[in-house]
């Protein structure tokens, strides 16, 4: 999907469903995602996630009563790699995506609007551990994209990051909390 496409698309969603955030809500909800780069800015942090079965950005659900989709972020980021020194390189949205979130015994499938942030890890001694979500964690550079990486949304964050393109702010879902 084109980023404006998805833009309109995601802003309706928002507008649309005042609960936007709630996991409950049956077509889906907001997420929130990380794009980690190393303390010096030249590697991304990427899951192999267990249910996905993709290399991907660490990320997941804002957490009941909480709509700040950056706090959710860092924590996720935090969470997903064990890494506590995290701190934002800007508040406003790196990315968006829309995407099907697949079915399982628990929930039907459903649409993530996710919302991806640009993070860093701070402390170049701190050790990443993987946690229960994923099968395995790793740093990667640019110039390795094309041997891991399948999934178009994590390749346009690649191009993304690389050339520096924001699309909208994170101030345009501030009145959901």
Same mark, same amino acid.
């Given at each position: 999907?084109?980023?404006?496409?998805?833009?309109? #698309?995601?802003? +309706?969603f928002v507008e649309e469903n005042e609960r936007c @955030?709630?996991? &409950?809500? +049956?077509?889906?909800?907001?997420? %929130?995602?990380?794009?980690?780069?190393?303390?010096? *800015?030249?590697?991304?942090?990427? /899951?192999?996630?267990?249910?996905?079965?993709?290399?991907?950005?660490?990320?997941? =659900?804002?957490?009941?009563?909480?709509?700040?989709?950056?706090?959710?972020?860092?924590?996720? $980021?935090?969470?997903? &790699?064990?890494?506590?020194?995290?701190? $934002?390189?800007?508040?406003?949205?790196? !990315?968006?995506?829309?995407?099907?979130?697949?079915?399982?015994?628990?929930?039907?499938?459903? @649409?993530?609007? !996710?919302?991806?942030?640009?993070?860093? %890890?701070?402390?170049?001694?701190?050790?990443?551990?993987?946690?229960?979500?994923?099968? *395995?964690? #790793?740093?990667?550079?640019? =110039?390795?994209?094309? *041997?891991?990486? /399948?999934?178009?949304?994590?390749?346009?964050?690649?191009?993304?990051?690389?050339? &520096?393109? @924001?699309?909208?702010?994170?101030? *345009?879902? $501030?009145?959901?909390?």
């Amino acid at each position: 999907m084109e980023d404006g496409a998805c833009k309109s #698309k995601f802003l +309706s969603f928002v507008e649309e469903n005042e609960r936007c @955030f709630d996991r &409950s809500l +049956s077509e889906g909800h907001v997420t %929130a995602s990380a794009w980690l780069l190393s303390h010096d *800015q030249s590697k991304v942090l990427l /899951t192999h996630h267990r249910k996905l079965n993709l290399w991907i950005q660490l990320g997941g =659900h804002c957490e009941e009563g909480d709509a700040d989709p950056l706090s959710a972020a860092v924590r996720e $980021a935090r969470e997903e &790699s064990g890494l506590f020194s995290i701190e $934002a390189l800007r508040t406003d949205l790196f !990315d968006i995506d829309i995407h099907l979130f697949p079915a399982s015994l628990k929930v039907p499938a459903h @649409f993530h609007y !996710d919302v991806r942030f640009l993070l860093r %890890a701070t402390d170049p001694e701190e050790k990443i551990l993987i946690s229960e979500e994923s099968n *395995q964690l #790793k740093w990667i550079e640019f =110039h390795d994209l094309g *041997q891991l990486i /399948t999934d178009p949304s994590v390749i346009r964050l690649f191009l993304k990051w690389k050339r &520096s393109d @924001f699309i909208c702010t994170h101030s *345009q879902l $501030a009145d959901k909390r």
